[in-house]
């Protein structure tokens, strides 16, 4: 099939790989426009664009999509169907309604939940113990166009985000390319979302990361895992701003929340508002690297709270 791919991030490099192995035609990719990166502010390519490259396919990188200079590409290009994968704009109807078979979208949450910029950092935040990616024709409303596939799997309750993102990378290209194939065989199904039950997962910022250790220790532990790669959980360990990374959840302990119960080889363990303890096992203190829990008390010991 005669495609275009239109995605930026490394999420989304797993799908246009799959769609260039399986022999379809990609006629162009759309990512965004490169950015200053690091303290060189040297202009960086995406991980799509330097992928794109790699496989010599033309790639296009539109400021807007609205000026008639997007569309005026995509017509050109004669697309039979768009795939966008966490492109991170949104594209206006004429876009979506130019190709014959439609535009999808790659999602990775189990739509109608979780709709929106940060789906698997969510779905782990809140704890959720399943997950999985969905492909949908997309529509003028954000994430809510009839669904056309769906993938599932299960979340490790000591799994961190980005590496559930990278599962979640692989599903995503398998979920694409069994519906392609479905498309092209005029098997596709397509199934309106129940518009009642979505929710909705913003972007992340930094206000998420402060611990407050009067919550549970599982509570704290999610908020870890969430957390990873940015912004990060943050907490105070002698007075200086340390990340957490890495973290687990411990036994019952009478201390009071944010009480510092152990420190040795095993880790830093605070006392957690229900009861139970939370052990820190890797951890980055600022202006420094990351590192086990361990290394940071060889050379930073850490008074345990009586």
């Not at 109608?112 to 409303?141: F, H, Q, S």
Request: charged share 20%.
């Amino acid at each position: 099939m005669r495609i275009l791919f239109m995605g930026t991030p490394d999420f989304a490099v797993a799908s246009l790989k799959r769609l260039v192995e399986d022999g379809h035609e990609i006629c162009g990719v759309f990512t965004q426009p490169d950015k200053p990166k690091n303290r060189g502010h040297k202009m960086a390519f995406s991980p799509v664009k330097e992928y794109a490259l790699s496989q010599n396919l033309t790639v296009y990188q539109p400021v807007k999509m609205r000026d008639g200079t997007a569309l005026g590409i995509v017509q050109e290009l004669q697309p039979e169907l768009i795939v966008v994968a966490a492109y991170g704009k949104i594209l206006p109807e004429d876009i979506l309604n130019t190709p014959p078979y439609g535009s999808i979208n790659v999602h990775s949450s189990v739509l109608p939940k979780y709709r929106g910029a940060a789906p698997i950092n969510w779905a782990v935040l809140n704890g959720d113990k399943r997950t999985g990616v969905t492909i949908m024709y997309m529509a003028k409303e954000l994430d809510a166009g009839d669904i056309i596939h769906c993938l599932q799997t299960d979340i490790d309750p000591d799994e961190d985000a980005l590496t559930l993102t990278q599962r979640l990378a692989e599903l995503s290209a398998q979920a694409l390319a069994e519906t392609v194939e479905m498309l092209k065989n005029g098997t596709a199904t397509r199934t309106a979302q129940d518009h009642s039950a979505y929710t909705y997962a913003p972007m992340l910022d930094k206000t998420l990361s402060p611990i407050d250790w009067t919550k549970s220790a599982l509570e704290i532990h999610n908020q870890v895992r969430g957390l990873i790669p940015w912004p990060c959980a943050l907490t105070q360990i002698a007075g200086k701003n340390i990340k957490v990374y890495k973290t687990a959840v411990g036994g019952e302990t009478d201390a009071a929340p944010g009480k510092i119960v152990a420190a040795n080889k095993k880790g830093i363990e605070f006392a957690c508002g229900d009861g139970r303890s939370l052990r820190i096992l890797e951890l980055q203190a600022e202006g420094g690297k990351r590192m086990a829990a361990s290394a940071y008390l060889a050379g930073h010991p850490v008074q345990v709270d009586l």
